[in-house]
């Protein structure tokens, strides 16, 4: 008989193909496939990079089936689905992660032996996709973990950066920035549609005309670029769900100018598509400061126009009743770098799809939620009108709208209150721009901060009169992390003897993690416990030596601060306590031998454009090199600070510690989501009460939390008082000591002048108060070393970090958000 022609009603176009079978055979077959077929080589022959990309293809495939499962789904019934939209997606590799979420982990590693390779080999041959700076960007790759585990529907879109963040190497202890080139090697896990591509406009003017006698608007851009989607699979934890994340990558819409090319232009011709193509070229590498440049906005406007237009052309059935867009979708907004979106959903309901304006935003509101992860005035994001204006005109008239109507109903509420219109105004004068943060808590329909803490300041402080005006807007999501990424793959050993007690299912149900609690009274599971830590702290060492040559002593304490250099978190503080045990010894006052021997961990990135937070790095290395030199101690203090840190550096340092530094000044830092991770893993913390700190000291209790300086309120009075950081320096010898030697040029050469920038910026002006926590903080430090002493009680601390912090699960996160904004359910 005649085939069957393929119709789209064809049982085998309606069912996709179904996964290869699961077995060592099957997967040895379909690896030598992929690397004889997709490489073109033989195994004998085939490189690491080869090898690499054929296993990467090869556990692809067992995941595209599911994944097309759940998009046919997706599309047949009605759920609601969640679009998160964000300028960051920290994934760190990918390997391990799909490897364990379909189950094939032992399977892959047999199947590879079998073929002759150590599968430990290929996980090292992968470079992390570094698309974003710190907490915000992994929270994001954490939330689409947890979205798919939990089987919510779902896509993450954002922007593909060909580069990005920087590569950080030292040169004379300083940081330079190499170019991440992360695509050199090829990128096996994504799937690139140049046919799903949108076009994205920019700049020219705005004009109205008569639609048949309806008056409109429209806007006539003058240029525009290609937006190409590359799909990646987003996985569920072993539970058959496969969800999107989306990232866009700018190209020129016409490769070449023919006519210019023709007329001999070459440059020229080439210049528009270097043009185009610099839109999605590198991440900028600021850190809760936004650095307002136009190449930024266009970014934003770039990812967020393209994915609204995704949405709606592509996701969203043809003929859908607008109207009922927020029964189907809620667009989150990860800060205020997508808030672009608001207006250009507005312009595409009003301009495009012909809504009245009214009917748009009753949508637009209910379709948006905003997230605030800050609270530094320098973060929130503001676009002079100018730029704005030049460069999305139909955008700003419609924010204006948005504005005016707002700024009536404010009046309408208070009276004509001049002191509130000026301050709720999302445009603020002199010089006149438009505040983001404004315009989305205006328009979404939930905003929430990242932590309790941050939750209650943002409605205090940052929005007090948008607290005043609409509490119900306000609530609080508290941060979380994936246990699949920062317990079962980065600590493996410690989920194993959880597994023995406890028995699966503890890694999607994470306040399970409570049972441990008992177990910390039990000596035998303390010892095993222990020799995980040990364990991991030998991992460690082979790490770091083989990477950057530095040694961990198994008998030191491991006393570790990782995160981004900015001056609100204060490594100086962790300085100053190391100059001061420094201090203490070489002046004769305290001998080496009563020293808590101590390996001081350090991993951060500075802002290239950020002087003083490069002049701290420049300051640890130092200290570091004169520390660890200095006979006079006897080998007891250790500064290790290995350049470039980054997820992968981060699922080695976390098991192995055993004193996280959370030591921002309070009230400065949002949540913090690296605190989450140390106290997961057994890590105590030493911490002021900020962020997340304080659930975690809640939650853990004082007697497992060292807590040292001021609080929120006492920083404020201090403020208020009027702040001279030179008192705090008189009144502490041991401090004055410690900046003394640093001004002394002892770890500079004898050159005074290098780190004379630091020390005189802490006595004269001092932002983050450092020396005013500084007698609290080496007070807290000598508690740490007096408990460190009794190592079982120590060890049961730690047990109980573990047993108690199974809240912070960005799982726990997800449903939170379900609960208190998306109202979106998970189909199962
Ligand atoms: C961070 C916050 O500093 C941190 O406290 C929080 O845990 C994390 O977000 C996740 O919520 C932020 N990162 C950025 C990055 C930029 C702008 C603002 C923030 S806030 C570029």
């Known amino acids: ?154 896509i993450g879109y954002g922007i593909r950066y060909e580069y990005g963040i920087f590569r950080q190497v030292f040169r004379d202890g300083q940081q330079i920035e190499k170019p991440d080139a992360w695509l050199a090697l090829g990128s096996p896990w994504e799937f690139r549609h140049p046919e799903a591509a949108q076009t994205v406009s920019f700049a020219g003017h705005t004009e109205t005309y008569d639609d048949d006698g309806v008056l409109r608007s429209r806007w006539v851009p003058a240029w525009s670029v290609r937006a190409v989607p590359y799909n990646y699979m987003v996985p569920g934890y072993q539970n058959g769900r496969v969800n999107t994340l989306r990232l866009w ?42 650095q307002g440049k136009e190449l930024r906005l266009q970014q934003q406007y770039f990812f967020v126009a393209a994915s609204i237009a995704d949405y709606m052309s592509k996701v969203l059935p043809e003929d859908f009743d607008l109207t009922k867009l927020p029964d189907r979708v809620i667009f989150q907004l990860n800060d205020t770098h997508p808030v672009i979106a608001v207006p250009e959903m507005m312009r595409v309901l009003v301009d ?22 800050t609270l530094l005035p320098e973060a929130l994001e503001v676009w002079s009108v100018d730029l704005l204006g030049r460069l999305l005109p139909r955008h700003l008239e419609i924010i204006y709208r948005i504005n005016d109507e707002f700024l009536l109903a404010v009046r309408e509420r208070f009276g004509d209150d001049e002191r509130r219109l000026r301050d709720m105004s999302i445009i603020s004068e002199n010089p006149a721009s438009v505040r983001m943060a404004y315009l989305a808590t205006v328009a979404g329909a939930k905003v929430n901060g990242v932590a309790e803490l941050h939750s209650q300041l943002l409605r205090e402080k940052v929005l007090h009169d948008f607290d005043e005006m609409m509490p119900e807007k306000f609530t609080n999501v508290t941060n979380g992390v994936t246990p699949r990424r920062f317990m079962r793959l980065a600590n493996p050993e410690l989920s194993e003897l959880i597994t023995a007690a406890l028995g699966t299912g503890w890694l999607t149900d994470l306040e399970r993690l409570r049972e441990l609690e008992s177990y910390a009274e039990d000596a035998d599971f303390r010892a095993a416990f222990a020799g995980v830590k040990a364990a991991n702290k030998r991992r460690l060492n082979e790490v770091l030596l083989a ?37 203490r010894v070489v002046s004769g006052r305290v001998a080496a031998s009563d020293l808590q021997p101590r390996t001081f961990i350090f991993g951060a990135k500075a802002a290239p454009g950020y002087a003083m937070a490069k002049r701290v790095i420049h300051l640890i290395n130092a200290v570091g090199s004169v520390v660890n030199s200095d006979p006079r101690l006897e080998g007891r203090l250790k500064v290790v600070f290995p350049p470039n840190y980054n997820v992968t550096l981060a699922e080695r340092v976390i098991p192995a510690a055993d004193l996280s530094e959370q030591i921002s000044l309070a009230g400065k830092e949002a949540s913090g989501t690296g605190n989450m991770k140390f106290a997961l893993n057994g890590a105590l913390t030493i911490g002021t009460d900020d962020g997340a700190n304080v659930e975690i000291r809640e939650l853990v209790g004082d007697d497992n939390f060292f807590l040292f300086g001021m609080s929120e309120p006492e920083v404020e009075e201090l403020w208020a008082r009027g702040y001279r950081p030179g008192e705090f320096a008189q009144a502490d010898d041991e401090l004055r000591r410690a900046l003394d030697l640093i001004s002394s040029g002892v770890f500079s050469g004898g050159d005074r002048s290098t780190f004379e920038p630091i020390v005189s910026n802490l006595l004269y002006d001092d932002r983050f108060m450092v020396l005013a926590d500084y007698t609290s903080y080496i007070a807290a430090q000598e508690r740490v070393d007096a408990a460190y002493a009794d190592r079982d009680a120590w060890t049961r601390s730690a047990i109980l970090n573990v047993a108690r912090t199974g809240f912070f699960s960005s799982d726990r996160s997800i449903r939170d958000y379900i609960d208190r904004i998306w109202h979106a359910q998970p189909v199962r």
């Open 249 to 290: 990558s700018a190209e020129a819409t016409k490769a070449f100018d023919l006519r210019t090319f023709n007329s001999g232009d070459y440059v020229e011709a080439v210049r528009a598509q270097t043009f185009a193509e610099n839109i999605s070229k590198v991440l900028y590498p600021e850190d809760s400061t936004p």
């Open 1 to 154: 008989p005649a085939p069957r022609p393929l119709t789209a009603t064809h049982p085998l176009a309606l069912a996709p193909v179904s996964s290869p079978p699961a077995t060592v055979d099957g997967f040895v077959r379909e690896f030598l496939v992929n690397l004889n077929l997709e490489r073109g080589v033989a195994l004998s022959s085939a490189t690491e990079t080869d090898k690499y990309l054929a296993l990467a293809s090869t556990v692809r495939d067992y995941l595209v089936a599911r994944w097309l499962e759940d998009q046919r789904r997706q599309r047949a019934d009605q759920s609601k689905a969640v679009c998160y939209l964000s300028a960051e997606y920290l994934l760190g590799r990918q390997l391990d992660n799909n490897l364990l979420a379909s189950g094939l982990t032992d399977i892959a590693t047999q199947a590879l032996a079998a073929c002759g390779i150590d599968i430990d080999s290929m996980r090292a041959h992968e470079v992390e996709p570094g698309l974003g700076n710190g907490g915000l960007g992994r929270l994001a790759a954490c939330f689409i973990d947890s979205l798919a585990t939990l089987s919510v529907p779902s």
């Open 547 to 583: 990477r950057d040559g530095f040694a961990i002593a198994d008998d030191h304490l491991l006393d570790v601060m990782v995160k981004r250099l900015h001056e609100y978190k204060r490594q100086m503080l962790k300085v100053l306590h190391i100059v001061t045990l420094y201090e």
């Open 352 to 373: 495009e799809r012909k809504l009245d304006w009214d009917a748009a935003w009753a949508i637009t509101q209910k379709c948006f939620a905003y997230t605030c992860h």
